[in-house]
Every structure is written in C-alpha cells, then in structure tokens.
C-alpha cells in the first residue's frame, strides 16, 4: 500500500508559478506510474498529465502543455508538478495519484489509479 502527501498549494497570482509535491510511503514508489488529477469547485475531477515509472514518459492534458511539467525522484519517493504561467481558470484542488497496473506508460484515466493524496488547493487570482 502507498500513502500519498501532497504540499506546495497556495494562492498565487495569474501568471505565476508553483512547484507541488507528492510524497509517497512506502518501499515500491518506483513501481508505480503517477498522475496529477484536479477537481474544481461543481466539476468532475480531470486528468491534468502523469509520469511513468521511470520518470521516461510523460503525458499531459491539453488544457495544461506546454506550461506544466512533471518529474519525480524515486529515491526521494516524490512526484512533482511544476506549473508556470498560470490563469485562474487552473484554480483547483490537485491531487497525486499512484498506478500500480500500468506502470509503463501514463494513463489519463483516473479509474485506474489504486491511492490517491488528500490533495492541495491551488488558487489563481486575476
């Protein structure tokens, strides 16, 4: 089993950046493949990009290329999600994700994650 941490939300000002952190417990955070999911206030939680294994494969939502990045450290058992250029419309709480069944590639789904953080608010401002 894996218990998830996440930290580094905030309010931040449209335009700005912010680095989240998930922390995993556990001895078999490399076997996992990762996922950032968001969920805004009345809107379904949505796949915002992930990271296989490795950290060799990643894959993001449109909504979220070209601004986002993810990496991770599996000896430190942290997944991270940098984000820059913020818009208000990414206000959101953010939550990590671990798959244990697809651990090569990144899936977008998120019935196919197996533990999920407890997440973390992100707020923009305009």
């Known amino acids: 089993q894996v218990q998830l941490v996440e930290s580094g939300g905030g309010l931040v000002q449209a335009g700005g950046s912010l680095r989240l952190s998930c922390a995993a417990s556990?001895?078999?955070?490399?076997?996992?493949?990762m996922g950032w999911f968001r969920q805004a206030p009345g809107k379904e939680r949505e796949f915002v990009g992930g990271?296989?294994?490795?950290?060799?494969?990643?894959y993001y939502a449109d909504s979220v290329k070209g601004r986002y990045t993810i990496s991770r450290d599996n000896a430190k058992n942290t997944v991270y999600l940098q984000m820059n250029s913020l818009k208000p419309e990414d206000t959101a709480v953010y939550y990590c994700?671990?798959?244990?069944?697809?651990?090569?590639?990144?899936?977008?789904?998120?019935?196919?994650?197996?533990?999920w953080g407890q997440g973390t608010q992100v707020t923009v401002s305009s």
């Open positions: 994700a671990a798959n244990s069944r697809d651990m090569t590639g990144v899936i977008p789904y998120k019935d196919r994650y197996d533990y």
């Open positions: 990271i296989n294994w490795s950290g060799g494969s990643t």
């Open positions: 556990g001895r078999t955070f490399s076997r996992y493949a």
